[in-house]
Every structure is written in C-alpha cells, then in structure tokens.
C-alpha cells in the first residue's frame, strides 16, 4: 500500500521540550518537504530535501531540525527554540526536479 | 517577495451551479500552478496541475492559466455539496528554490444544498 505516512497524528508536548516528527514514504520519490499550516494563514516552508543526505532551510527554519538518512524518511524536529510550535505540519514528497508535490495525513502539534 | 493572493471568501454557491477560485500571483517568471483541495481537519489534496497558458480540464474541474495577466483560476461545474473546502493555490516560481511551492492562505468554498 503506497503512501506517505505521518505519525502520531496528535501531539502534545511541554514548553521547553524538543519533539520529533515522523514522515515515512514507499512512493519511491527522492524529494521530502516540511510545511507548516496556522490557522488563516497560507503554507510555509520549514525545509526540504531533494537527494539523501541533503536538505536546505526553507522560509521558516529557524528553531526546526530535519535529517535525510535513508530516502524513505524525513523526520523533523521542533526544538525548544522555535517560538512558537503549535501547528499542523505537513510532510509532502515528489519527484526529483518534478513539480508536484503530495501531501500526508499531518502531525498536529501542542505545546503548552 | 514572492506571492500568492486568493480572496479567503467563503464563496457560497448552490449545488449544480459552477464555482470560480481565483488566483494571482507577483512572479512573472513562474513556471508552474497547482490547485490542491483541503477539508477541515484533513492536509490538502492535489487536484489540478497546469503549466501553459489556457484551459485544462479533468472531469468537473477546469484550471485556466494567463501568464500575461499573472492569474490562475479554477472552475468546478456542477458544484456539489462534497466539493465543501478550502481550496488553496500554489505557484512554483523560476530561479534558486525553483523546487518549492510557493502557497496562498487559501478560499473557502461553501456549496447550497
């Protein structure tokens, strides 16, 4: 069954905590993406890989972490330096230099 | 600075009637336009793609693109209550980061049984 997945599906951490968010795919496609979403505004770029052992800063990198290890998974890390953590992120993949992007199911994230 | 603008409605219309979302965007030089579909609660869903000026159509749904008027519009005829949704545009823009998406905040569509 291909497919992006993320897991948990919701999260609640304390403020001062890092978290790590899983995005795992079996679509054979080189490139991962991480989005924020707040509510009312549009997506935002946290980073993106298009090659293992690769990734750059998107538009909002600061305080998040990501590693590229295997082609297949792309986790994320909130540290306790981003201001303001509590979000939807979303993990999207595509082809290598393709144009589309698809989106998993999201990780909603609370800390308090 | 990149942008993408969509009015964030909600554009209401009556079931069997045809919605327009519309899009405009500030790069000329962009390449590539996507239209996903995004239920509350739920991550967007892409549903139409279109790289050159002019109409594509897939089903109920129909992308128009002008590059020279920098818009981007998609119709869905035959509205139905389940098309219900914030329906978000994306602009792929040409040079450095070519490979991100660059998104509007997105139109909330609302459709009248």
């Known amino acids: 069954d291909g497919g992006i997945t993320q897991s948990p599906k919701y999260l609640f951490r304390k403020e001062g905590q890092n978290v790590t968010l899983s995005c795992e795919q079996n679509l054979n496609h080189d490139a991962m993406y991480w989005y924020r979403q707040d509510p009312g505004q549009g997506l935002r770029l946290i980073y993106y890989s298009q090659i293992v052992n690769d990734f750059q800063k998107g538009d909002i990198a600061e305080g998040y972490s990501v590693s590229r290890e295997k082609k297949e998974s792309f986790p994320l890390t909130v540290t306790s330096a981003q201001k303001n953590p509590t979000a939807f992120y979303l993990c999207?993949?595509?082809?290598?230099?393709?144009?589309?992007?698809?989106f998993g199911p999201g990780t909603r994230l609370t800390v308090t | 600075q990149k942008e993408v603008e969509q009015n964030s409605g909600p554009l209401s219309v009556p079931e069997g009637a045809i919605a327009s979302l519309n899009c405009t965007y500030s790069d000329r030089g962009s390449q590539s336009f996507f239209w996903y579909r995004q239920y509350s609660g739920k991550s967007p869903e892409l549903i139409m793609f279109i790289y050159s000026n002019g109409d594509k159509e897939d089903g109920r749904f129909t992308a128009q693109l002008n590059k020279a008027s920098q818009y981007v519009s998609l119709l869905i005829r035959d509205s139905q209550p389940s098309d219900s949704a914030t329906y978000l545009c994306a602009v792929r823009y040409s040079g450095a980061g070519s490979y991100q998406l660059t998104f509007g905040k997105g139109t909330k569509l609302s459709v009248i049984p």
């Open positions: 999207a993949t595509g082809l290598a230099g393709g144009y589309e992007q698809y």
